[in-house]
């Protein structure tokens, strides 16, 4: 008689792409901190995050669009982590120079902030060199924060 199989649920392919997902925006995040982006690799990349280059040429076609998701991310945590009140919270006081240095000085820390001030300065100046990174760095990144301000 033939030893019966156990019936176990296949793995979830949603929540182990989303692990995969979020340790490659780590070590993304990371490697461009630590060795700044001309030596961050796609290989380096997913060497890090411990996943094949393959996964993450399934989803990205260029470190820079590893990074802009990676930093993007980011930003939306740092939003969420401020609470639902702050959430792209412009003040209003009535004191029109008071509520634009406020702005200033939260955008001037947070460019100041370890955690995005290497991929921030990546991303602006790959955008530079690369005419599709630029466009993607206004559309993402800067176009939506002017609208807000």
Do not use: H
Not at 106 to 117: G, S
């Amino acid at each position: 008689m033939a030893a019966q199989k156990s019936a176990q649920p296949a793995p979830n392919s949603t929540r182990r792409s989303e692990k995969s997902r979020r340790a490659i925006y780590d070590a993304a995040l990371a490697l461009v901190g630590e060795v700044g982006y001309p030596r961050t690799t796609i290989e380096g990349i997913a060497a890090r995050a411990g996943v094949g280059k393959q996964t993450i040429y399934r989803w990205w076609s260029s470190k820079a669009e590893v990074l802009m998701e990676a930093f993007l991310d980011l930003s939306e945590q740092a939003a969420r982590d401020a609470g639902p009140e702050e959430t792209y919270a412009i003040p209003d006081t009535g004191d029109l120079a008071a509520d634009l240095k406020a702005v200033l000085r939260l955008t001037v820390d947070q460019l100041k902030d370890p955690r995005f001030e290497a991929p921030s300065r990546a991303l602006a100046a790959e955008g530079v060199v690369n005419e599709e990174v630029g466009r993607a760095f206004m559309a993402k990144l800067l176009e939506p924060s002017l609208q807000l301000y």
